[in-house]
């Protein structure tokens, strides 16, 4: 309906006001004519009228299948039931055909045409107020559109088939103004039929309504005219009667030109869905474009990020294995300044040691040789004799420690003098046979697995022999508990060293203690069996001569010290 | 004549080691407590053998070892130290200018003494 508004139809009402018009000229022409004021005139009239009828039947029930409003239906069979009670009415008063009887009849024949005038307005009120009701929509209400009319049909058929029997009351009183006072009722009933409509057409502005209104129009100008006709066949009479057949064509334009004209909506319903269709694809085209540059956008900036990511999982593998870089030097860096710290202490400490040896040599020596005097005054079967030789030997291990300290700091014998070339084999042997007394009584065997005419070391003779006694010497202890004692001392060459290893099948050493076993002061000796300086002083000794020195151990099966003592001494490298 | 040796050290213990070994022996021992009258003395009797302590408080070994030279420079001279490495290189300029002297490390017992005594004593019978 709405698209319906939007039409344009003020040239529809400037054509119902020209066929207004149009009509009115016709009033002058008919009361000067002889013709339209014939018997012959009424009778074709509402002959034309009743075929016009049965077409506005014909289309309304068509319209009402294709739009479903029985509105439509209501209004088609009220113009084509009352065109058809006017076509009895015309066939009653066709003079040829009941010619003998028409004199008879003369009363009733106006009254059967009132029937039709009203049953049309009433039709249309009702069918007004019906659609204004929202009733017109609901097509479950066929039978009622139906049947209402059609009793009201059959109602009207029935009061003038009884007016055939009945005599009816004096319709014309031609004295009076209004000579025909039924017919001019049925007018005012137009009247109101017109007003309704019009608040119709005012607020639907179709065409349809229009020429319903229009002929609404026609039918009260009909019923006007004839409300003042003095006699049957005059002017006004058939006059009124055109316009009757003028109200009837009214809807048989209008039904299918309204059809048309929606069709046309729909067409333009279509043509506009179309168009709607067609923007909709466009924008939904354009979406599609977006979403896929979108897509694109979003593969791109993917690709992107998973580049991104790449390189920043690379960066964090570099970063990564720059850390382990890092921390390995920073446990390397940890490690020397651990040592340095150590080495630091060690000098310091090294420092004291030699100072309080030093000083401690002159008591030392005359507690010594104070025992002494006193053992030489002493007879051997005094009390005092003993005690005396404990002091005196008690003394020398005094001397022993501080000897060993002094090593151990380094203060002693620092200097480049002392070196001379000596054979390593040869120094063990001293050292073995020196130690004889011990092996023997511990009865360790003693393998040697020396290679054949090695290089002399250079050397300070003293300090290698005090490492090869303090090794034979530990691993007697190693070997102490073991039923089958084993010492195996091995040389050979290796490259610009010379390879000394002593290992012994004793009870080992734990992976623990082996970490520390260089540290001076170390021992897992019970106290008083050892200084905690002989491994240290070895190191020491070693580590002066530019060798190295280290140690492998199975705990509880075997022991090993490694010793890399260079054959040729390189005194630049001395310190 | 028995032989004379002279003991130069600001130690008491130390001096009296070498009198205790030497005790028995016919040497005669005779013990200073400084550089400077060990000088003195060695001017006075001109001694067979000198054990000189080389840390000792107003004249040092060296020191006292340049004046002995200057008395006697043929007298056998045995640096008796625990600090030998502290006048290392003194000692070294002292030889290197022809001071003669030999050197015994700290502490040496009564047999070590006694041996070294005679040792040197005998050989100089010999000579």
Redo the contacts between chains.
Sequence with gaps: MDMKKKRNINGYIISYISIGLLFLLIRPWAFSSHWVSSYDFHSLLEIMQSFIAIGVGIISIMYFLVWNNLYYLLIGLGFSIAASNDFIHGILSYAPFFANRLADFSRFEPFTYLIGKYFLAGMIIAAILLDHAKWGANKKRIKEAIIFPLGVFILSGSVTALAFFLPLPQFIYPEKLISRPIDFFSAILFAIAFVLFLKRFLAERDIFSGLILTSILFNCCGQLYISFSKHLFDALFNIAHLAHFLSYLMPLIAIPMQGLADLNIAHYEITQRKLAEEELKKSQDYLEQLVQERTADLENTNKQLIKQVDTRLKAQKNLKTAYEKLKSTHNQLKESQHKLVQSEKMSALGTMVAGV???M??????????A??CI?HTACDDKKYHTLQDIESETRRC?DVVKNLLTFSR??E??EEGYQKASCAELFDRVLRLMSYRIEKQHVLIKKDIAERLPENWMKVNNIQQVFFNLIANALDAVKEREEQEITISIAGEGEYIKVTVADNGCGIDPENLKKIFDPFFTTKPTGGGTGLGLSICHTIITAHRGKMSCESNVGLWSKFIILLPIQRCKENMT | MSKSILVIDD????R??FT??L??TEYLVHTSESGENGAVMERKNKYNLIYLDLKMPGWDGIKTLRELRKIDKDVPIYIVT??Y?EF?NELKVAREEGLQFEILS??????Q?LSVTKDILEMQIEA
């Design positions: 040896a030093h000083e040599n002159n008591p030392m020596m005359s507690i010594l040789n104070y002494q005097y030489r001397i203060r002693e620092e200097g | 130690n008491k213990g130390i009296d080691s205790f070994a005790e028995d625990a600090f490495q290392f700290k502490p040496i017992d009564s047999g003494i």
